[in-house]
């Protein structure tokens, strides 16, 4: 019971901030430029590729072994 309340209270503040982040976008009179445009994209594009490679070197530490205990049992 009590987990299915803090779903519901986090949801709800979850769509209340959606809302609002809505509202407040929605009220402004600013417009992106290309430029602008041109920043964000590229910056999303390294982000992803920054954390896939960061993924991937975790995988190939993992399947290497580096990542076992060096101590004898």
């Known amino acids: ?3 299915w309340l803090l779903i519901g209270v986090l949801g709800a503040m979850l769509i ?6 809505a509202r407040l976008w ?16 590229i910056g999303a ?3 992803f590729v920054v954390g ?3 993924m991937a070197l975790v995988f ?3 399947r290497r072994g580096y990542d076992e205990d ?4």
Do not use: Q
Not at 16 to 21: N, P, T, V
Not at 70 to 73: A, F, I, N
């Open 26 to 41: 929605m009220s402004m009179d600013n417009t992106v430029g290309g430029h602008g445009w041109a920043a964000l994209v």
């Open 60 to 62: 190939f530490s993992s």
């Open 1 to 3: 019971m009590k987990t």
């Open 45 to 47: 594009v390294l982000t």
């Open 52 to 54: 896939a490679g960061l």
């Open 70 to 73: 060096d101590r004898e049992p």
């Open 16 to 21: 209340g901030a959606i809302a609002l982040s």
